[in-house]
């Protein structure tokens, strides 16, 4: 024993084993490694929500395209925050007709925000610094879709809602039916099962994809 009485060192890290780090150097280490996670995270989130000019070589239907980007890839894009009427349903070709006038073969800004569950690329798109979503929904050509409504876009199609309540008001395009059935709706009572792969008249004129 020492002259003190004491058995040996006192305080925290008196029952460290030898050789082992200081619970306060254990703590830093951990503190480090939550801010480096947090930081790795963040980046993840914001690489999402990237911005990119792609050519639209193909529309599939009123709310989901093909697009070529300048690595030559080809990638499926779901409109994030809408749902068009199906080929099988009532103003299903006009929705597909329309966006095929606005995009096909153009340029636009792809906004990304993710996939769905179906491995497409979830995105905003504009042409002409025109939202296409918003564009579709204001010609009462599709609903607002709230399951393909990313929050990190929510200021970017916020105004989706009011898009389509002034289509309801105006009674214009699918709204001028006496009685609506929402695409989600239509899938779910096995209506799907009744229509082609695609759209009569699925273009191509832009591209092959």
Known sequence: MSRSG???P???DACAEPGALPIHLHARRLL???ALLACMVSAATAAQAQVQS????RVV????????TA??????VRLQGIDAPECGMPFGPHAQRFLEQLVLGRTVQMTTTGRDRYGRTVATLAVDEQDVGFALLQAGLAWHDRRYHRPRLQSATGHYAEAQKGAVLSFVGLWTEPRQVAPWQ???DGSQSRIRPHCVGDATRGGTP
């Open 6 to 8: 004491r058995s040996g």
């Open 10 to 12: 006192q305080g925290p």
């Open 32 to 34: 480090f490694g939550l």
């Open 54 to 57: 792609v050519r639209v070589i």
């Open 61 to 68: 239907d009123g709310d989901t395209v093909v697009v070529r």
């Open 71 to 76: 690595e030559s890839l080809n990638l499926k």
């Open 186 to 188: 239509w899938r779910a």
